[in-house]
């Protein structure tokens, strides 16, 4: 059953009410805050970006084609679309002897309001690289040059429909999510992202743990360890890389470096690392809102962390204003949320 998460205020009386679970765990699968429905199967979407990242660098792709912090941040990123991201994804196509025609991700406007006004003014039409996910079929695109050239085939013929369930790319990826979170993905519930890849319905409570697993290297192979600690090293030196101006995952990375890897999903859900705490988090809000999420995880890192400083009470009480700037009202964690947190 689901659980109060967050409560939405209008002046000072609650307005509404956003409802989910929220799970912690260490990388042994104790558990160590549990909230709401914590066995319930979710799609975590980007969430799991980190995780779907982990064959870059196992396979050996990242050091065959040289991939720098920006790029390897960029492979675990939902970003704004803004021109250090649309370079950046362009820079490793370029590397491989593609372009943007090698992305299967699909063509989106940048979300970030003044690049895309800029880009509609400018006349140059949207690409694949503008797409929130390009930077990760960027990263798909170069471990398929890799396994083509240890196949003896030609790298763009066997990169073609690397999105689907069948091809060697996704293969390697649904191994490096089988292997974090401890569920065979090939029994789960599958469904299609909103770029094209297979996405997993996966238990709440087994998404935590791959995040504590992929912030200690506990429970996973030496190969797959080295790689979420090379790609949170890379999230940790390039942080606008892995979403962009003024985004959360960003700002929470800027402020706490290596001490925090966070990755939101959509449709409410939220993974996080402790690393130096060996927790992962997960979570999930019902109706999909992203500011519930957004706040929540804020609430629950402040919490672990015992951090009071503005940047997570900011973003965990985030203010809301009206068109003309005026404050209206505010979010804050639900009483059971609270309660949860604070034993």
């Known amino acids: 059953m689901d659980a109060e998460l967050i409560e939405v205020l209008r002046g000072g009386t609650v307005e509404s009410r956003h409802a989910g679970a929220v799970v912690v765990v260490d990388a042994d699968g104790a558990l160590r805050l549990a909230l709401g429905d914590t066995e319930q199967a979710v799609f975590p979407r980007s969430a799991v970006k980190l995780l779907q990242a982990l064959p870059l660098v196992a396979s050996g792709a990242a050091e065959a084609f040289a991939l720098n912090d920006a790029e390897l941040a960029l492979a675990c990123a939902s970003h704004s679309g803004e021109p250090e991201h649309v370079a950046t994804a362009a820079g490793v196509l370029a590397r491989l002897g593609l372009d943007a025609s090698a992305l299967e991700c699909g063509t989106q406007w940048p979300s970030r309001e003044p690049v895309l006004k800029a880009l509609v003014a400018s006349g140059a039409p949207a690409t694949p690289l503008h797409n929130n996910c390009s930077g990760k079929h960027a990263g798909f695109v170069c471990v398929a040059c890799l396994l083509a050239a240890r196949a003896g085939a030609e790298p763009a013929a066997f990169a073609r429909g690397y999105v689907a369930p069948e091809h060697p790319v996704m293969r390697e990826v649904a191994a490096a999510l089988s292997a974090s979170t401890g569920v065979d993905v090939e029994h789960a519930p599958r469904g299609t992202d909103g770029c094209s890849i297979p996405t997993y319905a996966l238990p709440l409570r087994a998404l935590a743990l791959a995040f504590a697993r992929a912030g ?71 109706d999909g809102a992203a500011r519930a999420a957004e706040a929540t995880v804020a609430a629950v890192i402040a919490a672990l962390l015992r951090d009071e400083g503005p940047l997570l009470h900011g973003l965990s009480h985030p203010v809301l204003r009206n068109w003309r700037g005026t404050e209206v009202g505010s979010l804050r964690p639900a009483p059971a949320l609270v309660r949860t947190l604070r034993r």
């Open 216 to 286: 200690t290297g506990q429970g996973l192979t030496p190969d797959y360890a080295r790689a979420a600690r090379r790609l949170r090293q890379a999230v940790a030196a390039a942080p606008f890389m892995v979403a962009g101006t003024d985004r959360v995952d960003t700002r929470v990375m800027q402020h706490y470096g290596e001490r925090v890897f966070c990755k939101i999903g959509a449709e409410g859900v939220y993974c996080a690392a402790l690393p130096e705490l060996g927790l992962g988090i997960a979570l999930k809000v019902a």
